[in-house]
């Protein structure tokens, strides 16, 4: 069986494919094993996905192959383009059906989910709109020689996406890479591989040839590894964690030197002046910490007020985070759902443990909500130290540190001081201190009264261990190209 009739609050009944999707169709694993996708509202199985070994991923980046060597590279950028933009015209149709699995397999507020999804066509859109606008250039070097560049795909890529945004990070890889003209087999995070599935349905109705896009469910360890350390994949994209990215470096040069790009992870700064609104810093800070239940790359986990206006900043975060919805992401009302799985609770958990015995003060929150599901309340650490693990280590949850600055140039360095540098936000009214600690801070993207507004036009990626590459607008299309130069001798002259 590969599919299965599941329901939503939200959409009724549903058929949820549960095979892997290769060459266009949903099969069967080779061993016939499956696995228990979890509910993380309410720790119920959802139901069971066919579980990719290192064979399917043979079987799976061989269609891509065969399909890359063969009808795609027939097919020509516009209509490459235009597949895309279907594809995006058909997530918007069915826009309710993809928000609401993606709530119910991730747990994010379905109106979060919606926003998710909206985005995810607008990606999609982008890069149908490149498929034909990338271009080579002549070079005259001398008068007797006729040289051009051109660009041209890398081949087959394997893609590997993280449980937090699903579909986003479907759209953010498959994107680019067809827009240049590869094959793509993807791998979805083992907790979340539902709304994946769903949009792989989609990908045969908008026209796109067998095994130009391939998406198969697997654990990281089996199906990950593999596809990290294939002979016949050209280039491995992964977005998650700095551990993970290692091992998928490694991989790579240990294989066939496959290109790498990594999405990492973050510890991100987000700074407060004394001159800012006061008002609209707080909303943005709680969004930048509490969206998506803290599960975000980019987070604005570290948090830093301009010690003059610390005290009052402080008590109104508290009651602006302590206002914060959470609760069944199918309620209309819901900001936060639960964290993603058993095991991600249990580890930011341990880290507020570890906050607690670090002498930390909880401001608010600190403690599981409910007692079923994976709820947290959203949490707030007060008299924390540079050295905390809380403060230097990635929690991926509805948890932040809080702390005071006097000058610019103390703030800079404290923000600098980490190994990570995906992004940062700075609050004032004041223009050159927004640009000067902008320009300051070691970071791939920097917000100014604002906080997580990603957009696909807007390179993302990080400095340091935040990751290699850049995702997202044209930058990312040049992680999916190879540069190819011609040189022509015209005349007749010989050589010497």
């Given at each position: 069986?590969?599919?299965?009739?599941?329901?939503?609050?939200?959409?009724?009944?549903?058929?949820?494919?549960?095979?892997?999707?290769?060459?266009?169709?949903?099969?069967?694993?080779?061993?016939?094993?499956?696995?228990?996708?979890?509910?993380?509202?309410?720790?119920?199985?959802?139901?069971?996905?066919?579980?990719?070994?290192?064979?399917?991923?043979?079987?799976?980046?061989?269609?891509?192959?065969?399909?890359?060597?063969?009808?795609?590279?027939?097919?020509?950028?516009?209509?490459?383009?235009?597949?895309?933009?279907?594809?995006?015209?058909?997530?918007?149709?069915?826009?309710?059906?993809?928000?609401?699995?993606?709530?119910?397999?991730?747990?994010?507020?379905?109106?979060?989910?919606?926003?998710?999804?909206?985005?995810?066509?607008?990606?999609?859109?982008?890069?149908?709109?490149?498929?034909?606008?990338?271009?080579?250039?002549?070079?005259?070097?001398?008068?007797?020689?006729?040289?051009?560049?051109?660009?041209?795909?890398?081949?087959?890529?394997?893609?590997?996406?993280?449980?937090?945004?699903?579909?986003?990070?479907?759209?953010?890889?498959?994107?680019?890479?067809?827009?240049?003209?590869?094959?793509?087999?993807?791998?979805?995070?083992?907790?979340?591989?539902?709304?994946?599935?769903?949009?792989?349905?989609?990908?045969?109705?908008?026209?796109?040839?067998?095994?130009?896009?391939?998406?198969?469910?697997?654990?990281?360890?089996?199906?990950?590894?593999?596809?990290?350390?294939?002979?016949?994949?050209?280039?491995?994209?992964?977005?998650?964690?700095?551990?993970?990215?290692?091992?998928?470096?490694?991989?790579?040069?240990?294989?066939?030197?496959?290109?790498?790009?990594?999405?990492?992870?973050?510890?991100?700064?987000?700074?407060?002046?004394?001159?800012?609104?006061?008002?609209?810093?707080?909303?943005?800070?709680?969004?930048?910490?509490?969206?998506?239940?803290?599960?975000?790359?980019?987070?604005?986990?570290r948090i830093y007020v301009q010690d003059t206006i610390y005290d009052k900043f402080i008590q109104r975060f508290k009651e602006r985070a302590a206002a914060n919805q959470v609760g069944d992401p199918f309620h209309k009302d819901t900001f936060q759902g639960p964290q993603v799985s058993q095991l991600q609770f249990d580890r930011i958990m341990g880290y507020i443990e570890d906050g607690k015995k670090a002498g930390a003060t909880v401001e608010t929150g600190g403690k599981r909500k409910g007692d079923k599901g994976f709820f947290i309340e959203p949490t707030i650490f007060s008299n924390v130290t540079e050295?905390?693990?809380?403060?230097?280590?990635?929690?991926?949850?509805?948890?932040?540190?809080?702390?005071?600055?006097?000058?610019?140039?103390?703030?800079?360095?404290?923000?600098?001081?980490?190994?990570?540098?995906?992004?940062?936000?700075?609050?004032?009214?004041?223009?050159?201190?927004?640009?000067?600690?902008?320009?300051?801070?070691?970071?791939?993207?920097?917000?100014?009264?604002?906080?997580?507004?990603?957009?696909?036009?807007?390179?993302?990626?990080?400095?340091?261990?935040?990751?290699?590459?850049?995702?997202?607008?044209?930058?990312?299309?040049?992680?999916?190209?190879?540069?190819?130069?011609?040189?022509?001798?015209?005349?007749?002259?010989?050589?010497?």
């Amino acid at each position: 069986m590969t599919t299965q009739t599941l329901k939503t609050p939200h959409t009724g009944e549903y058929e949820q494919p549960t095979g892997l999707f290769i060459n266009n169709e949903f099969v069967k694993g080779v061993d016939g094993k499956t696995f228990e996708v979890i509910n993380p509202s309410d720790e119920s199985v959802i139901c069971s996905v066919h579980e990719a070994s290192e064979k399917d991923v043979d079987i799976a980046v061989s269609a891509a192959r065969k399909a890359f060597e063969g009808e795609w590279r027939k097919v020509t950028p516009g209509d490459r383009g235009r597949m895309l933009t279907k594809l995006a015209d058909l997530f918007e149709e069915n826009i309710d059906l993809l928000a609401a699995v993606e709530a119910l397999d991730n747990g994010k507020a379905v109106s979060m989910a919606k926003g998710d999804v909206g985005a995810s066509a607008g990606c999609l859109r982008y890069y149908g709109g490149w498929a034909d606008k990338i271009e080579g250039k002549v070079v005259d070097t001398t008068p007797d020689t006729f040289n051009y560049i051109r660009k041209e795909p890398i081949g087959v890529c394997g893609q590997i996406i993280p449980w937090n945004f699903p579909l986003l990070m479907w759209s953010w890889k498959i994107g680019p890479a067809i827009a240049c003209g590869n094959t793509v087999v993807l791998k979805t995070a083992e907790q979340t591989p539902l709304s994946g599935l769903v949009a792989a349905r989609l990908v045969k109705e908008a026209g796109f040839p067998p095994g130009v896009i391939n998406i198969i469910s697997g654990f990281g360890k089996v199906a990950g590894a593999a596809i990290a350390s294939h002979m016949d994949v050209d280039k491995v994209a992964f977005t998650g964690s700095t551990v993970v990215g290692r091992q998928i470096m490694k991989a790579a040069a240990g294989s066939n030197l496959k290109k790498v790009t990594l999405e990492l992870g973050g510890k991100s700064p987000n700074i407060v002046f004394e001159d800012a609104d006061i008002d609209n810093a707080i909303s943005w800070v709680n969004f930048g910490i509490f969206f998506n239940h803290g599960q975000c790359c980019c987070a604005g986990s570290r948090i830093y007020v301009q010690d003059t206006i610390y005290d009052k900043f402080i008590q109104r975060f508290k009651e602006r985070a302590a206002a914060n919805q959470v609760g069944d992401p199918f309620h209309k009302d819901t900001f936060q759902g639960p964290q993603v799985s058993q095991l991600q609770f249990d580890r930011i958990m341990g880290y507020i443990e570890d906050g607690k015995k670090a002498g930390a003060t909880v401001e608010t929150g600190g403690k599981r909500k409910g007692d079923k599901g994976f709820f947290i309340e959203p949490t707030i650490f007060s008299n924390v130290t540079e050295d905390m693990k809380i403060v230097q280590e990635e929690i991926f949850g509805p948890v932040c540190t809080i702390a005071k600055f006097k000058t610019q140039e103390e703030i800079i360095k404290i923000a600098n001081n980490t190994t990570y540098g995906l992004a940062a936000a700075v609050h004032t009214k004041n223009l050159n201190t927004a640009l000067e600690v902008a320009n300051s801070l070691r970071a791939g993207t920097v917000w100014v009264n604002a906080y997580n507004m990603l957009h696909w036009q807007l390179p993302f990626g990080g400095y340091k261990e935040s990751g290699i590459g850049r995702e997202l607008g044209e930058a990312a299309l040049e992680s999916y190209s190879q540069t190819k130069t011609v040189s022509i001798r015209l005349g007749d002259a010989l050589f010497g």
